[in-house]
């Protein structure tokens, strides 16, 4: 290996060059430059781990730096430079899986960004189709349109691949590292694997661009022969005829805004046709072109809020010391020139630590201007408040005004269940709930008692801060809020509290998480899993002869949205205190790009473990307690034995417990989601024995199991839990039968209760 200096701006190696050498950069930057995008590679990146026969890109020195150099133009020479080097071992996958990662989500993103192409074409043509008819007037001929059909990959990664990255450099990285390095044919193994991998996605981002660069005139076009200018066209008719032309120009509006966002159009060709559309005016009454003008100067307030720095209007706003505002501002700017933002390096941890530090006292100094009523709630204060933004060029400029606009419309992220991170800590503040238990599993009480015998405060202290606001909402946010933000971010090594663009890899508007798209994934789980957030709650009457009757009472969790764009939901408690009849507590990023149904499937699945834990107590793994955990632990600690299950499923279950680091708990969710998704529609996935348990702990709802009925995987265990159900309804009616007598009266918990055993 050889060390060689290169100049700024000079070629390290160009596209279609056949690859004969790697290089790993020591000393300064380079920039891969392709078709679609240009990557900053910094310190110990390598050029040509993601190539095959010959370069893909072009690379170029964007600073004077140092680059190792080595003979790589096949796995034999890659043998002989990492054969007894383990550092090289180390640095070359790093790099492998680093680089492979940085191009899914690349491509992740020009995924959506056709698909959402192809799909706002098709529907805006379709709706000038039918305004045309509605209007009355002739359509103007389109051909583009005839042949315009989605693109059909012929290079394309698989949504499970880019899941298996995420999660590796997110999650397990250093274990994978440490694994692979220790065997030169692993090593070897992973580096060609991600750099096929890498080589692969990289064509199809080419595929991609091909096809947006091909088809981008069908929205506009130099000639105008596009859709842009069918509706200003209609619109011009529209409005000879006096007929109102709002629709028309609301559809060149959604055009206009899509055109901008796709960020594929010559800024000078797209400012003249936007031009020459306002430049026509169309007074038909109650429908103008022009934007409205604002009133009493809101505009002018507005445009000025926008332009500030946000980040110095944060600060302020929070009390900030001047010498802390410009600690964040130098921070800031070297996060955002670092040329890996997800690096691990001390530098990089050392940036991150400090902004963490900052960004959380801000935020508690924010919150409580605002909650005090001390200082008015600005829409940018807002912003950090419920997303996590502080920085413009953080989270991209486009970005900032859909967030700007959203604060006005956060009522989407709400309901009796769902919480914005900023409406749960108000509702800590004002009492309607009391904070969560921290990490070592103590809530508010508990922690001031330990504080107490610890002697760090007084037993008159002690009374004092039970009810002290203030600092309930402090442990909420050094607690629950501090931990949950980095965990369903989903990159914990990587997470800087500060919403970045980076991880806004589609839509705001897709990548929302609302309280409706929340409500409908739990109805989906509840069609399914009937019984998933029932629990046993005392009822008693003793003046009607009932002491104690034990009913099932329906009590749905709440739901805390994270100021994040993350990849995973945690079920952070089961319940809200020491009462069974209080809400679990559920995190989810306030943004995501993962399908929000897998996310809660897992996370009700660490609810239904945990919250039978909760109940069962010290018991919760003892067999002579049945129970959801006891015979669950029981199947997986005695498998071996079992002459139930055959050699196939013994090992299943033995890979089970490896990938779940023998946890017990982590092996019923793999299951319950394959419980979930695939057993509930007669697919199977489970063994005898696990299906036994989740039959008789986690059934599935009437409906589905009238249809399994004849499958004789589930027959004879569907038909025992008829059978319990049914002496159960039959010993209900009869206590309540009683109870009318005795002049009491059913109420609706009641009547719930005895339907929830009917079905």
């Keep these: 290996m050889t060390t060689v200096k290169v100049q700024k701006n000079q070629i390290i190696a160009k596209q279609k060059e056949k690859v004969k050498k790697w290089y790993i950069v020591q000393e300064g930057t380079v920039i891969q430059c392709n078709s679609y995008a240009k990557i900053v590679l910094g310190k110990n990146a390598v050029i040509g781990i993601s190539e095959g026969d010959r370069y893909l890109c072009d690379y170029v020195a964007t600073e004077d730096s140092v680059l190792a150099v080595f003979n790589c133009e096949s796995a034999e020479d890659l043998k002989e430079a990492i054969h007894g080097q383990e550092s090289m071992r180390s640095i070359l996958l790093r790099a492998a899986l680093g680089q492979r990662q940085m191009l899914l989500r690349t491509y992740a993103g020009f995924t959506n ?30 051909t583009r349109m005839d042949n315009f059909k989605p693109l059909e990959m012929v290079h394309r990664a698989e949504n499970w691949e880019i899941g298996n990255s995420a999660s590796l450099t997110g999650s397990y990285l250093e274990e994978y590292v440490h694994l692979m390095q220790r065997d030169d044919n692993l090593c070897i193994g992973a580096i060609m694997e991600a750099s096929y991998q890498t080589r692969r996605v990289t064509q199809g981002i080419i595929e991609m661009v091909e096809y947006l660069r091909y088809n981008q005139d069908i929205l506009l076009a130099e000639s105008k022969n596009d859709l842009f200018n069918l509706f200003f066209a209609l619109a011009i008719q529209a409005h000879k ?43 038909t009454e109650g429908a103008a072109y022009e934007t409205p003008q604002a009133q009493d100067g809101e505009e002018e307030e507005t445009q000025e809020e926008r332009s500030e720095d946000c980040l110095v209007h944060i600060l302020t706003y929070a009390d900030t010391e001047q010498s802390v505002i410009e600690e964040m501002q130098e921070l800031v700017q070297k996060y955002r020139d670092l040329p890996d933002m997800f690096s691990t390096d001390a530098q990089t941890f050392a940036i991150r630590k400090r902004i963490t530090q900052i960004f959380y006292d801000t935020y508690l ?65 004002d009492g309607r709930n009391e904070p969560s238990k921290n990490e070592f599993d103590m809530d508010y009480p508990a922690y001031l008692a330990e504080m107490r015998k610890t002697g760090k405060i007084t037993t008159e202290q002690q009374k004092h801060f039970m009810s002290n606001r203030e600092l309930k909402v402090k442990f909420e946010i050094q607690n629950m809020f501090t931990s949950g933000n980095r965990a369903t971010y989903g990159k914990l090594s990587t997470f800087c509290p500060i919403l970045g663009e980076y991880d806004l890899i589609n839509s705001i508007e897709k990548m929302l998480v609302t309280a409706q798209k929340l409500d409908e994934s739990l109805h989906k789980i509840r069609d399914i899993d009937f019984s998933a957030f029932y629990r046993e709650v005392q009822f008693s009457d003793p003046d009607k002869g009932i002491n104690r009757e034990m009913i099932m009472k329906e009590i749905m969790p709440d739901i805390i949205l994270m100021p994040n764009a993350g990849t995973r939901s945690m079920m952070w408690q089961e319940t809200a205190g020491v009462r069974r009849d209080t809400s679990a507590r559920f995190l989810f990023p306030i943004f995501t790009a993962v399908d929000i149904d897998d996310m809660m499937v897992d996370t009700v699945g660490r609810y239904r473990w945990e919250i039978c834990r909760k109940i069962q107590g010290v018991h919760w793994n003892d067999i002579r307690e049945k129970s959801l955990t006891a015979e669950y632990c029981d199947y997986l600690q005695f498998y071996r034995k079992n002459r139930e299950l055959s050699t196939e499923a013994k090992e299943k279950i033995k890979s089970a417990l490896l990938r779940g680091r023998n946890n017990y708990r982590e092996v019923f969710v793999k299951d319950y989601q394959n419980w979930m998704k695939y057993e509930s529609k007669g697919s199977y996935r489970l063994n005898k024995i696990a299906r036994e348990i989740l039959i008789t702990y986690c059934p599935f709802a009437k409906p589905i199991r009238e249809e399994l009925k004849g ?18 309804v039959q010993r209900i009616q009869g206590v309540y039968d009683k109870y009318q007598k005795a ?12 339907e929830y055993y009917e079905l």
């Design 113 to 142: 960004l056709v698909r959402q192409f192809h799909s706002f074409a098709e529907n805006e043509y379709s709706q000038y189709e039918n305004l045309c008819a509605q209007y009355h007037l002739d359509e103007q001929s389109f």
């Design 241 to 283: 005829k006096n007929y109102d032309v709002k629709p028309l120009l609301n559809e060149m509006d959604r055009i206009a805004e899509v055109i901008k966002k796709l960020g594929i159009y010559s800024g000078k060709l797209v400012d003249m046709r936007m031009e020459e559309s306002r430049g026509y005016h169309f007074e």
């Design 365 to 429: 100094k924010a919150f409580m201007h605002t909650v005090k009523g001390e200082k008015e709630l600005t829409p940018i204060v807002e912003m950090f408040l419920n997303f996590g933004f502080m920085d413009v060029q953080m989270a991209g400029e486009e970005n900032a005004n859909i967030l700007f606009d959203l604060t006005e419309h956060l009522d989407v992220c709400k309901s009796d269940h769902v919480y914005t991170i900023f409406e749960w800590l108000r509702s800590v503040y």
């Design 711 to 728: 499958n004789p995987m589930y027959e004879s265990a569907l038909h025992r839990l008829d059978l319990l159900n049914a002496k159960t």
């Design 743 to 754: 002049g009491g009266r059913i109420t609706q918990e009641l009547t719930d209760n005895l």
